[in-house]
């Protein structure tokens, strides 16, 4: 019953590296997005998908990219880190984005960009 | 816009008193409503939400909500606080009509319950 997973888990960065948040989801949803979350200001989203080859820009989209090449996964990669993508993020999936939807997410990846 | 607050930045609760967490929303249409909770270094945990019908919703770990529209307020409740309860909740809210699907969350309350 493995829901949302992500990797890696912790991972340090250096200023201008980058890398790829993975994530995959075993329910056959159709929705999926990114979250990160910063302390004392709730999550916002970065970005999300509503199906396989197809994504849009959420709230605080800059720095990241996206791509759903299929219904189970949706990788977030990070260019040319900087000290402000240090954050703690969350990917997150639904059967549908409109209404009641319930979004579950993933445990979550720390990332420090030093 | 649409926006939740969460006034409160932390409750303190002693062990088998009631709880509450306050959360307040505005938006333009009807609104679904949600309550996650976060433990340490965890993804969130979904607890319970309102979509309609009963303005009062019960959900996992004995925690329920009220809902009440003129006071655009859904308040997550328990009748006596465990200390396991001590973690990070989050109102989170989503408009009815067909949206981009993604919530727009609180600040955060953390709760802390002590014995």
């Known amino acids: 019953n493995a829901g949302v997973t992500q990797t890696p888990k912790f991972r340090i960065l250096k200023i201008g590296q980058s890398m790829t948040l993975q994530c995959t989801q075993d329910m056959n949803h159709n929705y999926m997005y990114w979250y990160r979350q910063d302390p004392g200001m709730g999550l916002k989203l970065i970005y999300y998908?509503?199906?396989?080859?197809?994504?849009d820009k959420g709230e605080v989209p800059n720095g990241y990219n996206v791509s759903r090449s299929t219904t189970e996964d949706f990788p977030l990669r990070l260019e040319l880190a900087a000290p402000s993508q240090t954050s703690v993020y969350f990917c997150a999936s639904s059967q549908l984005g409109q209404g009641g939807n319930t979004i579950y997410f993933g445990e979550g990846s720390w990332l420090t960009v030093v | 816009a649409q926006s939740v607050a969460q006034p409160e930045d932390q409750v303190n609760v002693a062990e088998g008193n009631p709880l509450t967490v306050k959360c307040t929303y505005s938006v333009s249409g009807n609104p679904y409503l949600f309550w996650y909770v976060q433990y340490p270094n965890r993804g969130l945990q979904f607890l319970l939400k309102y979509i309609t019908g009963d303005n009062l919703v019960k959900g996992s770990y004995g925690f329920e909500a009220e809902f009440n529209k003129s006071q655009t307020s859904f308040h997550l409740k328990k009748p006596s606080a465990l200390v396991s309860d001590s973690a990070l909740y989050f109102c989170?809210?989503?408009?009815?009509?067909?949206?981009?699907?993604?919530?727009?969350f609180g600040k955060g309350t953390k709760l802390s319950v002590k014995p």
């Open positions: 998908s509503v199906g396989a080859g197809i994504t």
């Open positions: 989170a809210v989503r408009v009815s009509r067909r949206s981009q699907g993604n919530l727009i």
